[in-house]
């Protein structure tokens, strides 16, 4: 078949508008922005010549503050590959800052700020305990970034420790705990903002994806600690330490577990694992608020805790847990909340 | 004839709908924006000393970093556009980011009860300080491109002055000085809003302005020796040369008269980039000239005019004649020193005899 010039001349406009249409396309459909490993990862260089980078395996561990979150990195501490720490303060409060950040049209685009938030974030998380294979933050709200952290930090999991909400309320009410949003006078507004909270972080945490972020049970940690920690440690990618079953011997110790002064639940876990706190809430539940309780905490139920029964049955504890808390009360340590 | 039209119109329908599939599903990376380089500090250090490291180069204390700052309104972003003019120099846009993270680490150093707590975190001053380190040179360094003296212009960032000076021991400051009233005028008559200030009120502002640069001078006079230059908005206007003369000496580096120019270089690679968003871009197209001195004369209410030294003492402290409207900025009152200062309220006071 001869071409002939007005075929080719059709041919050559057809490419040259399929070509506009496609640039035209890459402005109108929405774009991927490019990952922050398409750069080099960060670096930091944190003291005597220990250097971290943004891409160091890490655990991120949290939840509702009294959900267990201190217990919880408290063991990990006495496992010799881990290292979290006390509480930060600060890594929460950037990331409020960034967020803040995000919606205003700032100076600097998106990819030079979560660069400077790592820097930062990798400065505190290592800066402000020793070094170890695996480096571990523990700030309870945390895990309401869990989708920005695991952008940042690639190698990143997470830890969600979930609790009864009755329980957790009834522990910053009557420890007097303030956390920022929660009216200590009401149950009702603690509670639901505790389902609200929850609800936010399961929705990060599964954001990210099953193999990157496990939700804990505070009960059944505490219930039976061998089992849940196989399973902890199985997800971190950690080998299986004895230690980590008696956290309270490697308190202040080098490579152990180090504990602030000023933190609500040191006290707490100064002892061995124990049930002590999992029904303590009970009878303490104003009756108006019992009435209401599954409209009110809407994520008591949906986490499998009964809204109705005071207390739902939490299961059966390891012979081990039953021994310590037997242990602790002969000695007759002093009533704790 | 029908046929083969009809055919080559499916053909492209098809051809169409499968490239918008494609895109859709597989999704495009977004064209990066202009001045979203990466450039690491090493980089930038390769690229100014020619050598190729075998180690990489990690970022620290010792970057010799330029600050420029001082209360909005005083030609501040005239002062960073003829550095960025500066062959060796960049400074960039306002990041915004800076004030207000140096802002959260004071506010944390404020409470004692605070400090406490985040020492038993280990959350110590030097690690807060690495950690602020850290943040500000991925900033500074990430917001444009390489240069061998990077530079930061945001004008309350030198309300940190002196911890600045602290965490970055080799820095250099810049504050620019502006008389009070024209400073006060620009941000009531262009409203440029910033938070605290009650643009209704030149009392409020030009109190408030008075407070905040004091805050800042004595901050500069505090810093290391030769580690903080101020520079007047009107001197560096009315003599440019002879300003930019003797603050690129201050900051140790050679003359270039491109910084004279800096209207030339404007969006163009290794000179002067503007944002679209800040309030001074409109004005700092311009090659830099006098128009904005005295504007501000006549907009002053008379109250105000009035007690003009008991509502901003900063004026005469530095200078500026609070009663002349203007005052004469050709043969400036120099600023008065500290020592200098308290002798002369001294004296004021009458002594029984």
């Given at each position: 078949m001869r071409v002939s010039a007005r075929r080719v001349l059709t041919g050559l406009l057809i490419l040259a508008g399929l070509f506009t249409l496609t640039q035209f396309l890459r402005f109108c459909l929405p774009c991927r922005q490019p990952s922050q490993g398409a750069g080099e990862p960060v ?10 980078s943004s891409d160091?395996p890490m655990?991120f ?34 990331l409020?800052?960034k967020l803040g950040w995000a919606a205003e049209k700032e100076g600097v685009s998106t990819m030079v700020l979560d660069r400077a938030v790592t ?24 895990l309401k970034s869990a989708k920005y952290l695991a952008h940042l930090f690639p190698n990143s999991k997470f830890?969600l ?35 609200r909270?929850?609800q936010a972080m399961l929705t990060q945490c599964t954001q990210v994806g099953s193999k990157r972020c496990l939700a ?19 997800f ?62 809407p994520?008591?139920?949906r ?35 | 004839m029908r046929g083969q039209k009809v055919s080559i119109l499916l053909g492209c329908a098809l051809l169409c709908s499968a490239s918008l599939l494609y895109l859709g599903l597989s999704g495009i990376d977004c064209p990066p924006p202009d001045h979203a380089h990466r450039h690491t500090?090493?980089d ?48 960039g846009e306002?990041?915004r980011v ?40 991925e900033v500074?360094?990430g917001h444009g491109e ?121 969006g163009k690679a290794?000179?002067?980039s503007l944002s679209k968003v800040e309030?001074?871009t ?72």
């Open positions: 670096t930091v260089l944190v003291r005597d010549g220990w250097t971290v160091v655990v561990v949290g939840g509702v503050p009294r959900s267990g979150t201190t217990l919880m990195r408290a063991m990990l501490d006495a496992h010799p590959a881990v290292r979290c720490g006390e509480e930060t303060r600060v890594v929460p409060r950037i409020g800052l820097a930062f974030l990798l400065q505190i998380i290592a800066g402000h305990g020793e070094p170890a294979p695996l480096l571990c933050n523990k700030d309870p709200f945390t830890l420790m979930l609790r009864d909400g009755r329980a957790a309320v009834y522990s910053m009410i009557s420890r007097r705990v303030t956390i920022g949003g929660f009216d200590l006078s009401s149950y009702r507004d603690c509670l639901a903002k505790w389902s909270a929850t804990v049970r505070y009960e059944r940690l505490v219930l039976h600690p061998r089992s849940t920690l196989q399973t902890v440690l199985k971190l990618g950690l080998p299986w330490h004895e230690g980590v079953l008696h956290h309270e011997e490697a308190i202040g110790k080098p490579g152990g577990v180090s504990l602030s002064k000023t933190e609500r639940s040191t006290d707490q876990v100064m002892r061995p694992v124990n049930l002590d706190a999992l029904t303590r809430w009970v009878g303490h539940m104003p009756p108006d608020v019992m009435a209401d309780m599954d409209a009110i905490a994520m008591l139920q986490l499998g805790y009964d809204p109705r029964a005071n207390p739902p049955n939490y299961g059966q504890p390891d012979p081990q847990v039953l021994n310590n808390t037997q242990r602790m009360s002969m000695k007759g340590s002093q009533t704790e909340r | 500090w090493a930038a250090h390769l690229s100014s000393t020619n050598q190729s490291q075998a180690s990489p180069i990690y970022y620290g204390e010792d970057t010799p970093l330029i600050f420029i700052g001082g209360f909005p309104r005083s030609g501040t972003t005239l002062m960073r556009a003829m550095l960025d003019a500066h062959n060796a120099v960049r400074c306002e990041t800076i004030p207000r993270l140096l802002a959260m680490r004071a506010s944390w150093s404020r409470s004692a009860r605070e400090r406490v707590r985040l020492d038993e975190a280990g959350v110590t001053d030097q690690v807060l300080d690495s950690a602020v380190r850290a943040f500000l040179l500074i360094i390489p240069a061998a003296r990077l530079c930061n212009k945001d004008p309350f960032a030198l309300k940190s002055l002196s911890y600045l000076a602290r965490i970055f021991p080799q820095a250099k400051f810049v504050l620019m000085l502006r008389d009070g009233r024209a400073t006060v005028h620009s941000m009531i008559s262009r409203k440029v809003t910033i938070s605290g200030f009650d643009l209704t009120s030149y009392r409020d502002c030009l109190t408030k302005w008075s407070r905040a640069v004091e805050g800042m001078y004595s901050q500069c006079q505090g810093a290391p020796e030769g580690s903080c230059l101020p520079v007047r908005y009107e001197q560096l206007v009315l003599h440019p040369e002879e300003e930019m003369r003797k603050l690129l000496s201050f900051l140790g580096l050679p003359w270039d008269p491109a910084v004279l120019h800096h209207e030339d270089l404007i290794g000179g002067v309030r001074s409109d004005q700092v197209v311009n090659p830099v000239n006098t128009d904005a001195l005295s504007k501000w004369v006549g907009h002053i209410p008379s109250d105000v005019l009035h007690e003009m030294d008991d509502i901003a003492p900063m004026l005469a402290r530095l200078g500026y004649d609070p009663l002349a409207n203007p005052p004469d900025y050709a043969w400036p009152d120099p600023i008065i020193p500290p020592n200098n200062y308290t002798l002369l309220q001294r004296t004021e006071t009458p002594h029984p005899s």
